[in-house]
């Protein structure tokens, strides 16, 4: 069903002032509202009728229409594909008011970025507790800072190395059914041709001479000839 | 019956936090493919669908019912864009992504739907062309034919999202359009 048109309105200057390439020159035809509105089909059934009349009498519209549809004929090859997950998630165990407050912070982010952020707090809430099981022994505040940080190093590096071994295996996995669509392409192709080859004998065995088709050279024995029998 | 975007928001700003991922199923694809068609990068639009998100789950409280949800996830996404775009040429970074790795997003984003070889050939080699010229594209008429062409919404949820009359919206498909079509013509007499 078609959309109700909103007329342009025609205020100078709005149209064609932005860059040179792909400008045309619409001397004598200003209808490049109308012709949007017909090509995103957002026209009433009656103005659709009467730029449909249009076209058959302005060869520049007739034109352009034609060329933008080939423009969103390409438009419609990029394709996006798998779009990657976000999630919010609510660790057990956390009670809902601490939850509130790190939900902004954390749960939004994706998971290696939730791991390592709380890979991070744990290493920090660890070091921090440290000095009061040690009696006098204090961990200065440069001390956990160095630890923290070198915990968080880890787990990205470890979070990495996964990353890569993931990549890795997605790549094979992708040459893998690449190739195996070759093949069954390949397979088919074959198969065509094996077709092609019982059927042209099966023409040479109701007499036809059609004998010139086997120099493609799949070593057939010609029907009806002997193995005496000279070319 | 599924919930409306409405309905999820009221259970979310009353403590149910799950609820939200309801409405991150429901627009995931839809903002990761608005993002990837603006930058160009899988990357970049990875973290600005993350980013949108977690703004939105941020603001949700501040989100007023006069807009429908979707054009004010839209507006952040690409206000989000938009901030990017100007960190980068802060940098003084090139923000048209190289040919090479274009071309592996490209190769990563199309997916076996049942064409043959040939035709995912053709169809890939047809994405280059089109993400080539749309990157060369001033923004603001790449975004209205990326939200027109992609995203399916009409010339007023266009005008609404980008605070723009819908004359203008207009205008930009037109003039974008005409500037895909001379480079995409030119880009192929060039293969």
Known sequence: MNKKIERPDKKAGEIGQIGQIGEIDRAGCDRKGDLISFLYEEMSDEENREFSRHLTECALCADEVAGFRRVREDLGAWETGWVPRTEVVRPAGLPASLLDKLSSLLLLFPVWARGMALTALAAGLLLALLPMGRGDERVSPDEIDRLVREAVARERQQLENDYRARTVAFEEQSQREHDARIEAVAASCKANLNDLRRSLRAEMRHGQSIRSYFALGDGYDLPGRGAGEER | ?191
């Open chain 2, 1 to 191: 019956m599924d919930p409306s975007d409405d309905q999820i928001i009221e259970q979310t700003l009353g403590g149910e936090t799950e609820a939200f991922n309801l409405l991150v199923r429901r627009w995931e694809r839809q903002i990761y493919g608005l993002s990837l068609r603006l930058t160009g990068r899988e990357e970049e639009a990875r973290d600005i669908c993350q980013e949108t998100f977690i703004a939105a789950y941020r603001n949700l409280g501040k989100f007023r019912r006069e807009a429908s949800f979707s054009s004010w996830i839209y507006r952040i996404a690409i206000n989000a864009c938009h901030t990017r775009q100007r960190r980068q040429n802060q940098r003084a970074e090139i923000p048209i992504v190289s040919n090479e790795e274009a071309d592996s997003n490209i190769e990563l984003a199309s997916d076996d739907r049942g064409r043959s070889v040939p035709e995912e050939l053709e169809r890939d080699q047809r994405a280059r062309l089109v993400r080539k010229a749309l990157q060369a594209l001033p923004p603001d008429l790449r975004q209205v034919i990326v939200m027109k062409e992609y995203q399916d919404l009409t010339f007023a949820e266009i005008g609404e999202i980008l605070d723009i009359p819908v004359s203008t919206v207009k205008s930009r498909l037109y003039t974008g359009l005409g500037q895909m079509r001379a480079r995409l013509e030119r880009l192929r007499g060039v293969l």
